[in-house]
């Protein structure tokens, strides 16, 4: 969750019963690491963190069915990018190489992205280790993307997420031990152009004090700073 909120603005809080209706809540289903898209709407919603699931890369994925995402390869422009070799898919799991349509996945107008959280692995649901189910397709020239990483979200999964939920151009939630600060295209962009309001949250454990050294500053004067300021709380 800390991962969702450190690189977008989609935020997760503590339930409170008489303000939260629909809620996530955790649980094991047979399905093992699973999750259903989007918002359900009718009370608790069960992310399955079944055996073997409670790895941060297939939390952070399963959380991205919450937030909206589907699977990356089952984009409707899919067979343009990989492809999908059915004969080696495990019997019963073929549903989850399906291929959704335009009126179901709306990418907002982003590319395929091989390198998303959200895309399966080249042997996902393989009848075996070393059989391909999804195959980059070859680029000449190039050699074939990687895929199925469970590291961290992609720039695509942030481009795409803050595109979704109408973030800001700025501003986030930082919970490193260190971090660089900027306004957008600062210094080359005057701090005048654009009334981008960035708001960025640091936070710390109990105990750590938090230090800000600022290297660099040029506001544009304004009567009572009410449009270029630098406030610190």
């Known amino acids: 969750m800390r991962h969702w909120e450190n690189f977008t603005c989609v935020k997760f809080v503590e339930r409170v019963v008489h303000e939260h209706p629909n809620y996530i809540l955790f649980t094991e289903r047979p399905c093992g690491c699973c999750s259903f898209v989007g918002k359900r709407g009718n009370g608790p919603q069960a992310i399955s963190i079944g055996k073997n699931c409670d790895k941060f890369g297939i939390v952070v994925h399963e959380l991205g069915h919450v937030v909206g995402f589907w699977h990356e390869h089952t984009r409707p422009d899919r067979d343009d990018h990989v492809q999908i070799v059915r004969d080696n898919i495990m019997t019963g799991q073929e549903y989850n190489f399906n291929k959704l349509t335009e009126e179901e996945v709306h990418s907002l107008g982003l590319d395929y992205d091989y390198d998303s959280i ?7 649901f393989s009848k075996g280790t070393y059989l391909d189910t999804i195959l980059p397709r070859d680029t000449t020239g190039k050699k074939r993307p990687e895929i199925g990483q469970r590291i961290r979200l992609s720039e695509g999964d942030v481009s795409q997420t803050n595109l979704l939920y109408k973030c800001p151009r700025c501003g986030r939630t930082h919970q490193e031990h260190s971090a660089v600060i900027s306004s957008p295209g600062y210094p080359l962009t005057s ?7 960035c708001e960025w949250h640091i936070t710390a454990t109990h105990g750590e004090r938090i230090v800000l050294n600022i290297t660099d500053m040029d506001i544009v004067s304004s009567e009572r700073c009410h449009l270029n300021y630098l406030e610190v709380r």
């Open 118 to 124: 959200m895309h399966y692995a080249r042997n996902t």
């Open 191 to 197: 701090s005048s152009v654009g009334g981008d309001r």
